[in-house]
C-alpha cells in the first residue's frame, strides 16, 4: 500500500483556541472602537455626556483616539493569527492598559466593568500563555 501522507505548514493544537479567542476579541474591539471614532468625527451630537463625566479631550480627539486604535486593535488580530510575536506583545500591552484604565470605570457600572476587565485578562492569559500555539502558514 502506497499512501501519500499530505502534512500542511500550519497546524492548530487544542489550546490555540485561546488565541483565536485573543484575536477574535480584538477585531471586535477594534471595529467597535472604529466606528465610534467615525461617530465622534462626523456627527458628536449624537454622543451624550452625563454632567459628572470626565471628558479629558474634546469629542473629535477622541474620535481620533478611537479610530487609530481600532485600525490598531484590528491589525494586532491579524498578526496575532499570523503568529507574529509583535502583535503578541502589542496586544498584551493595550489589554494591560485597557484593563487598568476599566478599573476607573468598575464604580460607574460595576457589572459591565467587571465583565470587560475579566475578558482583558483572558485576553492577556491567552497571548502570553499561548500565543505561540499557531504556527503561520
Same mark, same amino acid.
Given at each position: 500500500?502506497?499512501?501519500?501522507?499530505h502534512v500542511?505548514?500550519?497546524?492548530?493544537?487544542?489550546t490555540?483556541?485561546?488565541?483565536?479567542f &485573543?484575536a477574535?476579541?480584538? &477585531?471586535?474591539?477594534?471595529?467597535?472602537?472604529?466606528?465610534?471614532?467615525?461617530?465622534f /468625527?462626523?456627527?458628536?451630537?449624537?454622543?451624550?455626556?452625563?454632567?459628572?463625566?470626565?471628558?479629558v479631550?474634546?469629542?473629535?480627539?477622541?474620535?481620533?483616539? /478611537?479610530?487609530?486604535?481600532?485600525?490598531?486593535?484590528? !491589525?494586532? &488580530?491579524?498578526?496575532? /493569527?499570523?503568529?507574529?510575536?509583535w502583535?503578541?506583545?502589542?496586544?498584551?500591552?493595550?489589554?494591560?492598559?485597557?484593563? !487598568?484604565?476599566?478599573l476607573?470605570s468598575?464604580?460607574i457600572?460595576?457589572?459591565?466593568?467587571?465583565i470587560?476587565? !475579566? /475578558?482583558?485578562?483572558?485576553v492577556i492569559? &491567552?497571548?502570553?500563555?499561548?500565543g505561540d500555539?499557531?504556527?503561520?502558514?
Amino acid at each position: 500500500m502506497n499512501e501519500e501522507v499530505h502534512v500542511t505548514s500550519s497546524y492548530r493544537t487544542e489550546t490555540s483556541g485561546w488565541v483565536i479567542f &485573543a484575536a477574535t476579541m480584538f &477585531a471586535i474591539v477594534g471595529v467597535f472602537n472604529f466606528i465610534q471614532g467615525i461617530v465622534f /468625527l462626523v456627527e458628536d451630537t449624537w454622543v451624550v455626556l452625563v454632567p459628572d463625566s470626565i471628558l479629558v479631550f474634546d469629542l473629535t480627539t477622541w474620535g481620533w483616539i /478611537l479610530l487609530i486604535l481600532g485600525v490598531v486593535e484590528m !491589525v494586532v &488580530a491579524w498578526g496575532v /493569527l499570523s503568529a507574529q510575536t509583535w502583535a503578541q506583545i502589542v496586544g498584551i500591552i493595550i489589554a494591560t492598559v485597557g484593563a !487598568v484604565l476599566n478599573l476607573l470605570s468598575v464604580s460607574i457600572y460595576p457589572i459591565w466593568g467587571l465583565i470587560i476587565l !475579566v /475578558l482583558q485578562i483572558l485576553v492577556i492569559y &491567552a497571548l502570553a500563555v499561548h500565543g505561540d500555539e499557531v504556527v503561520p502558514e
